[in-house]
Nanobody
Framework: QVQLVESGGGLVQPGGSLRLSCAASGIIFSAYSMGWYRQAPGKQRELVASIRFAGSTDYADSVKGRFTISRDNAKNTVYLHMNSLKVEDTAVYYC???????????WGQGTQVTVSS
């Protein structure tokens, strides 16, 4: 049974920082690219950042220079370090695992990030 368990969301003021974590189980972690998506109310889910097993990364233009994705392959965990948070970063953030060959997607349950003063 595949499980992606996110943690680390919450309420933060503009300019603040948060770190999201996603612990994966039930998959061969090395066979999956890991990513973070987000969905704001009334908007489509969008890719925030992704990282392949070897460490190459992709970022949405809106978060480049502020967010950093990383993975600890020994702990089957992916992180999203978010700095200089803006009100428009408010969304539910979802962890994603995508098979690098199979292209099968697995999703976490989501964690709320609210940026507000």
């Amino acid at each position: 049974q595949v499980q992606l368990v996110e943690s680390g969301g919450g309420l933060v003021q503009p300019g603040g920082s948060l770190r999201l974590s996603c612990a994966a189980s039930g998959i061969i972690f090395s066979a999956y690219s890991m990513g973070w998506y987000r969905q704001a109310p009334g908007k489509q889910r969008e890719l925030v950042a992704s990282i392949r097993f070897a460490g190459s990364t992709d970022y949405a233009d809106s978060v480049k220079g502020r967010f950093t994705i990383s993975r600890d392959n020994a702990k089957n965990t992916v992180y999203l370090h978010m700095n200089s948070l803006k009100v428009e970063d408010t969304a539910v953030y979802y962890c994603n695992a995508r098979g690098q060959r199979s292209k099968i997607d697995y999703w976490g349950q989501g964690t709320q990030v609210t940026v507000s003063s």
